[in-house]
């Protein structure tokens, strides 16, 4: 089986990108948008990020047999109910939220007896909104399908092929391992820059605006990733606590180490530590996740 | 005045970048260059990163009025000690390390009587090696001159205008100053980015082709800072002490209300921090040390 109407409720750069991908992949998917704000609805009609924008959801979902959910973590629940009424009985319901866990829950509980796979492509950048997505963002990119126990085999497959045909490579496994390996690839990270260009701009013994002069010293890569949507990352850390916490925890104990090493001057371990690190980077960019170029190849994507 | 005769000691990409800098710049400056590995000579006569290339540190600073130490930080003293005897009594000895405080005592304390003006451009990449090195890198980027008190002002002059002709802004500080300065801006992100990948390669829960694979959510940003080369840094560590604990404890500071917000779900206070660092980001953009652009402009630069 393959989707012949996709509903695409949310339509910023995930659900806009999902769109012109459906219109660019000549499979001849038909696709409807609904968003709760009248501008982006505004907005994505005059970009075209689905053949038709419906001002209810209800006509967005009705016929679809995928339905695919591109609102804020925090907004799953809400924007479940808001369709439930009028969905197909036989239609896949579907995600790209950053968490798995806690959204697999609410989606299951606001939709009983539907279909419910949950995905998450790992591609993005740091902008938000109806202007922001782009049909080749999930090229190369992986995604992510946790399918709960009991699912639909025939319909995981077709989700799988349908993230394929969207030019993603696609893995699955399970809701709780999804969160770990977010946690620490992407949640982690975005935690971490977002703390240190906060401490950075209130220092009293360094100015605001010596810490931007000079900060292509290393500072200024941080300061990408923290720029990203407060809101979408508000909801990830509300809704992948226990994950996080385990891993920065982690990460704490390993910088207290690395604290020691400084503070005792053992050059030693700082130099093995250092060097421990280059071959991951190699290997990230022999899978083709990065680039050795100084634009990381993002020149390939936008 | 203005200096005739360059001698570029340490032949990687720092002291690299200068030669070819100065080859480009039109206005007649003649080079020398010496590095202690005799491959990194070979590969620099052979890419012209100066005029002449010697085996001997002596015959490179011998007539030169500028010399550039471009070693690693913890290799400055050594090296100063090798060309003291054949230095013109007249020249002014600058170098380019990360660090300021301790490469001004050692350099004074290895030539004394001599015109020390110790310099750093904060520009650079991940790549280190004769090969590394480009003639713009210093192209819209700083560089920080810390005269120590009682420097001769027209020397000083002179090295401001130097760097300005490799195109770079000049700005001087004092050396405890410049110490601070560059351990917010530089220091504590590589040192956050190496604790991160190293902490990422060694979970028990998420192995370690996991974290290469879905590096595109965040994480492979940080590897690049962390594929620097580790005897750089380890002397950064070993000679910034000082400052990069006193800022690595106001970051752990930061990161422990951030970890607790997080456990208690404080989702008003996670919105707040990361609203403000955005501001920061368009700041760094609007002076010309990041760039919009997917690629961050680094097109432009090599
Ligand atoms: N950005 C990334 O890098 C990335 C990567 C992978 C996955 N994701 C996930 O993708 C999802 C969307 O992220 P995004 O970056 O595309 O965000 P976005 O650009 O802000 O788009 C989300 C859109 O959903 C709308 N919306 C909010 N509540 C709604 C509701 N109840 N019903 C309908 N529309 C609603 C928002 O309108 P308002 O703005 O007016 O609220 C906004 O237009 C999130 O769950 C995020 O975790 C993001
Ligand atoms: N990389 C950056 O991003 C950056 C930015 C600004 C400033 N800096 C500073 O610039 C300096 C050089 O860094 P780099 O990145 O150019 O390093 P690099 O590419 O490794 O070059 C340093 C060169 O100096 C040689 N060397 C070591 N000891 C020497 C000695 N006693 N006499 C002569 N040559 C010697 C090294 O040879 P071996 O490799 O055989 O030891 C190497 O070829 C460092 O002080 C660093 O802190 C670096």
Not at 9 to 20: A, F, K, P, V
Not at 52 to 62: E, L
Request: contains cysteine.
């Amino acid at each position: 089986m393959s989707f012949r109407r996709v509903a695409i409720i949310g339509l910023g750069l995930i659900g806009g990108s999902i769109g012109l991908a459906l219109r660019d992949d000549g499979l001849g998917t038909t696709t409807t948008g609904y968003d709760a704000d009248p501008a982006v609805r505004t907005r994505a009609r005059a970009r075209g990020l689905a053949d038709t924008i419906c001002d209810d959801p209800g006509d967005a979902v009705r016929g679809a047999d995928l339905v695919i959910l591109c609102v804020p973590v925090g907004a799953m629940r809400e924007a479940a109910a808001a369709i439930a009424p009028d969905l197909s009985p036989d239609c896949v319901v579907s995600d790209v939220g950053s968490s798995k866990r806690t959204i697999t829950d609410a989606l299951t509980d606001a939709l009983p007896g539907f279909e419910i796979i949950p995905a998450h492509p790992v591609a993005g950048t740091e902008h938000s909104g109806p202007d922001a997505g782009f049909s080749t963002l999930f090229n190369q990119r992986w995604c992510i399908i946790t399918p709960p126990p009991g699912a639909n085999p025939a319909k995981v497959a077709a989700l799988v092929d349908f993230w394929e045909s969207l030019g993603a490579m696609v893995e699955t496994m399970d809701a709780d391992h999804h969160d770990r390996v977010l946690a620490v690839t992407s949640h982690i990270p975005h935690l971490i820059a977002y703390t240190i260009v906060g401490t950075a701009s209130d220092m009293e013994t360094v100015t605001r605006s010596e810490v931007i002069k000079y900060s292509a010293g290393g500072f200024r890569d941080f300061t990408r990733i923290a720029a990203s949507d407060p809101t979408m990352w508000r909801d990830v850390f509300l809704h992948n606590k226990d994950a996080v916490l385990e891993m920065l925890d982690t990460f704490l104990t390993d910088l207290a180490l690395m604290r020691e090493a400084i503070r005792a001057g053992d050059g030693q371990m700082m130099y093995d530590t250092f060097s421990r690190t280059r071959a991951i980077r190699r290997s990230i960019v022999a899978l083709g996740q990065d680039d050795p170029r100084p634009d990381f190849g993002r020149s390939d994507h936008k």
